[in-house]
């Protein structure tokens, strides 16, 4: 049984999300979702807009994802060690970055394959929390 692993914040959960989960579920036989806990976002200095506990039940009740759990520190191998699985699922922002050549020499020590996903064009939580903000500023007290 090949065990897929993702990680991500999933705020404002959008269409990228589920294209994401959707196409890792489709190359591993179990999914394993790490959800970035809202300690671990401050981390970039941001604030999620929907608190983890939320933000993992979404998660968890995606029918590519069989199971959510909490990410609690950026290290993905620490993940490896704990949960053992075969491929990482990492968007392509990441690709040939220096950290991540590293990373990924990590994991072909123990076998595990890093698959790069496209991120989807037009879309991000970043985005929306922008967009959002700027159709409150606009319309005032209307929403």
Same mark, same amino acid.
């Given at each position: 049984?090949?065990? $897929? ?10 269409? $990228? ?65 704990k949960i053992h ?36 064009? $037009? ?16 319309? $005032?007290?209307?929403?």
């Amino acid at each position: 049984m090949n065990i $897929g692993y993702t990680s991500g914040v999933y705020d404002l959960f959008h269409i $990228g999300h589920l294209n994401l989960l959707k196409n890792a579920r489709g190359l591993c036989d179990k999914l394993i979702v790490g959800v970035t806990i809202d300690e671990l976002v401050a981390y970039k200095h941001k604030k999620a807009v929907i608190p983890f506990e939320e933000r993992i039940e979404i998660v968890r009740n995606i029918k590519y994802v069989d199971a959510a759990i909490p990410q609690e520190e950026l290290d993905k191998y620490k993940m490896w060690e704990k949960i053992h699985f075969d491929i990482l699922f990492v968007g392509d922002d990441w690709f040939k970055s220096p950290s991540w050549q590293e990373m990924e020499e990590k994991f072909k020590k123990v076998n595990v394959r890093v698959v790069y996903f496209p991120y989807t064009k $037009g879309t991000s939580s970043t985005l929306i929390n922008k967009t959002l903000l700027e159709l409150r500023n606009s319309k $005032g007290d209307l929403l």
